[in-house]
Protein backbone atom coordinates (compact mmCIF):
# COMPACT_ATOMS: atom_id res chain seq x y z
CA UNK A 1 0.00 0.00 0.00
CA UNK A 2 1.55 3.31 -0.90
CA UNK A 3 -1.12 5.54 -0.19
CA UNK A 4 -3.70 5.04 2.56
CA UNK A 5 -6.82 7.40 3.10
CA UNK A 6 -8.77 7.15 6.67
CA UNK A 7 -10.88 9.63 8.49
CA UNK A 8 -14.40 9.27 7.14
CA UNK A 9 -17.02 8.02 9.29
CA UNK A 10 -20.78 9.24 9.71
CA UNK A 11 -21.86 13.03 10.59
CA UNK A 12 -24.67 14.56 10.86
CA UNK A 13 -25.62 17.52 8.48
CA UNK A 14 -23.55 20.71 9.10
CA UNK A 15 -21.27 18.63 10.57
CA UNK A 16 -17.00 18.58 9.97
CA UNK A 17 -14.86 15.26 9.06
CA UNK A 18 -10.94 15.71 8.26
CA UNK A 19 -9.13 13.18 6.03
CA UNK A 20 -6.09 12.53 5.46
CA UNK A 21 -3.95 10.43 3.71
CA UNK A 22 -0.90 8.89 4.18
CA UNK A 23 1.87 8.03 1.89
CA UNK A 24 4.20 5.05 2.23
CA UNK A 25 7.25 2.75 0.79
CA UNK A 26 8.00 6.21 -1.25
CA UNK A 27 7.76 9.98 -1.21
CA UNK A 28 5.20 12.29 -2.87
CA UNK A 29 6.30 15.33 -2.00
CA UNK A 30 6.85 15.98 -5.29
CA UNK A 31 3.46 15.12 -6.76
CA UNK A 32 0.49 17.28 -7.07
CA UNK A 33 -1.82 15.65 -4.84
CA UNK A 34 -6.12 15.07 -5.11
CA UNK A 35 -8.98 13.89 -3.69
CA UNK A 36 -11.75 12.17 -4.91
CA UNK A 37 -15.15 10.83 -4.28
CA UNK A 38 -17.77 8.62 -5.65
CA UNK A 39 -21.25 8.38 -4.25
CA UNK A 40 -23.45 5.42 -4.56
CA UNK A 41 -24.85 4.93 -8.77
CA UNK A 42 -22.47 8.00 -9.71
CA UNK A 43 -19.16 8.36 -11.38
CA UNK A 44 -16.00 9.18 -9.65
CA UNK A 45 -15.46 12.50 -9.56
CA UNK A 46 -12.88 14.99 -8.77
CA UNK A 47 -13.26 17.02 -5.23
CA UNK A 48 -10.33 19.00 -4.62
CA UNK A 49 -6.41 19.14 -5.97
CA UNK A 50 -2.97 20.81 -4.51
CA UNK A 51 0.23 21.10 -6.32
CA UNK A 52 3.32 19.65 -4.80
CA UNK A 53 4.55 22.93 -2.80
CA UNK A 54 0.86 23.60 -1.96
CA UNK A 55 1.13 27.35 -3.39
CA UNK A 56 -1.87 26.25 -5.59
CA UNK A 57 -5.62 24.71 -5.09
CA UNK A 58 -8.25 23.61 -6.69
CA UNK A 59 -12.17 23.02 -5.81
CA UNK A 60 -14.98 21.79 -7.17
CA UNK A 61 -17.88 24.28 -7.16
CA UNK A 62 -19.76 22.17 -4.74
CA UNK A 63 -17.12 22.13 -2.38
CA UNK A 64 -16.04 25.59 -2.33
CA UNK A 65 -16.04 27.36 0.75
CA UNK A 66 -16.60 24.19 2.70
CA UNK A 67 -13.82 22.00 1.85
CA UNK A 68 -9.90 22.81 2.50
CA UNK A 69 -6.61 20.66 1.22
CA UNK A 70 -3.64 20.79 3.08
CA UNK A 71 -0.66 18.94 2.76
CA UNK A 72 2.40 18.21 5.10
CA UNK A 73 5.43 17.10 3.09
CA UNK A 74 7.61 16.57 6.20
CA UNK A 75 4.62 13.87 7.24
CA UNK A 76 4.46 12.59 3.39
CA UNK A 77 0.77 13.33 4.39
CA UNK A 78 -2.33 15.53 2.67
CA UNK A 79 -5.42 16.15 4.20
CA UNK A 80 -8.83 17.76 3.44
CA UNK A 81 -10.50 19.13 6.31
CA UNK A 82 -14.57 18.88 5.57
CA UNK A 83 -16.99 21.42 7.27
CA UNK A 84 -20.65 22.25 6.63
CA UNK A 85 -20.93 18.67 5.34
CA UNK A 86 -24.07 18.21 3.49
CA UNK A 87 -26.00 14.68 2.41
CA UNK A 88 -25.17 14.84 -0.99
CA UNK A 89 -21.31 14.96 0.38
CA UNK A 90 -21.71 11.13 0.98
CA UNK A 91 -19.37 9.00 -0.86
CA UNK A 92 -16.55 6.91 -0.87
CA UNK A 93 -12.95 9.25 -0.41
CA UNK A 94 -9.83 8.51 -2.25
CA UNK A 95 -7.05 10.31 -2.08
CA UNK A 96 -4.46 10.40 -5.21
CA UNK A 97 -0.76 11.29 -6.56
CA UNK A 98 -0.53 13.24 -9.61
CA UNK A 99 2.14 12.26 -12.19
CA UNK A 100 3.30 15.92 -11.98
CA UNK A 101 3.74 18.47 -9.69
CA UNK A 102 0.70 20.67 -10.37
CA UNK A 103 -2.69 19.40 -9.85
CA UNK A 104 -5.01 18.31 -12.59
CA UNK A 105 -8.96 17.63 -13.21
CA UNK A 106 -8.11 14.33 -15.75
CA UNK A 107 -8.38 10.78 -13.30
CA UNK A 108 -5.93 9.31 -15.64
CA UNK A 109 -3.12 12.02 -14.39
CA UNK A 110 -3.54 10.08 -11.11
CA UNK A 111 -1.36 7.21 -10.81
CA UNK A 112 -1.29 6.30 -7.16
CA UNK A 113 -4.81 5.84 -6.09
CA UNK A 114 -5.87 4.80 -2.21
CA UNK A 115 -8.39 2.76 -1.25
CA UNK A 116 -10.81 4.95 -0.66
CA UNK A 117 -12.68 6.11 2.61
CA UNK A 118 -16.16 6.29 3.68
CA UNK A 119 -17.93 9.62 4.56
CA UNK A 120 -22.33 9.39 5.19
CA UNK A 121 -24.10 12.47 5.98
CA UNK A 122 -27.26 12.30 7.14
CA UNK A 123 -29.70 14.98 7.53
Known amino acids: VQLQAFGGGSVQAGGSLRLSCAASRRTFSNNAMGWFRQAPGKERELVTT????????YYAESVKGRFTIGRDNAKNTVYLQMNSLKPEDTAVYYCAANRCSRGSSFQSDYNYWGQGTLVTVSS
Open 50 to 57: IAWNGGST
